[in-house]
């Protein structure tokens, strides 16, 4: 196994979590034109907890890959990931298509292979479904253990294994596991960072 991590965290573009949503005038789904859409909340603590965990392990992360999949304009938060720290990332342009969290998974075992990642980041769901699964079926695909519902991530250099203390109905639970590993992340994880805008300038040249 590789000595160095390499950490995905797949972001989503959804409606700020500000707007209240509006049916549009055909009433077939959520009106999208004219509205602020930016990165999905729990896949921005995602974003962040990696850039923690490299903040931390400087020489043990080898790079922080952010992938999206969604229209082209998924540019944006894509941009926004790498000005927070991410070094790389890919855009898996889907048109305006809605995939099913199973296609997502698929798709990101796809990325996670290409890119040799061994350990995926990514928020417990998304705010415009809901469903909650895409980090499970990853795992599932992958045969990989997962830790969901994040409320504490450490890594253990040494034996390249990663404790994550979790939020369940009757209180915490904490779970060890080597690497490679999924987490979904949880909304007391953490405070994500601003990206501010030298960083955001800065962001436009590294590679996508």
């Known amino acids: 196994m590789s000595k160095q991590l390499r950490i995905?965290?797949?972001?989503?573009?959804?409606?700020?979590?500000?707007?209240?949503?509006?049916?549009?005038?055909?009433?077939?789904?959520?009106e999208k034109t004219g509205v602020k859409f930016s990165m999905n909340p729990f896949d921005?603590?995602?974003?962040?907890?990696?850039?923690?965990?490299?903040?931390?392990?400087?020489?043990?992360?080898?790079?922080?890959?952010?992938?999206?999949i969604g229209p082209a304009k998924a540019q944006?938060?894509?941009?926004?990931?790498l000005a927070k720290g991410a070094d790389t990332s890919t855009l898996i342009d889907s048109k305006e298509?809605?995939?099913?969290?199973?296609?997502?998974?698929?798709?990101?075992?796809?990325?996670?292979?290409?890119?040799?990642?061994?350990?995926?980041?990514?928020?417990?769901q998304s705010i415009d479904d809901d469903c909650n699964n895409t980090g499970q079926m990853l795992a599932g695909l992958l045969n990989w253990p997962q830790a969901t519902n994040a409320a504490k991530v450490e890594v253990d250099e040494s034996a390249m294994r990663v404790k994550v203390t979790r939020e369940v109905d009757g209180g915490e639970e904490t779970i060890s596991a080597p690497l490679p590993m999924i987490i979904t992340t949880d909304l007391r994880l953490n405070t994500p960072r601003y990206a501010t805008?030298?960083?955001?300038m800065k962001a436009k040249k590294k590679p996508m």
């Open 197 to 200: 805008l030298p960083n955001l």
């Open 97 to 124: 298509v809605e995939l099913e969290p199973l296609a997502v998974a698929k798709i990101l075992k796809q990325v996670v292979e290409k890119e040799g990642s061994n350990l995926v980041i990514l928020g417990k």
């Open 44 to 68: 921005d603590i995602a974003v962040e907890e990696a850039v923690r965990i490299k903040e931390t392990h400087k020489k043990l992360v080898e790079k922080i890959h952010a992938v999206s």
């Open 76 to 81: 944006d938060i894509l941009r926004t990931a």
């Open 8 to 30: 995905l965290v797949p972001v989503k573009r959804v409606i700020d979590y500000a707007i209240k949503p509006r049916i549009n005038k055909a009433m077939t789904g959520v």
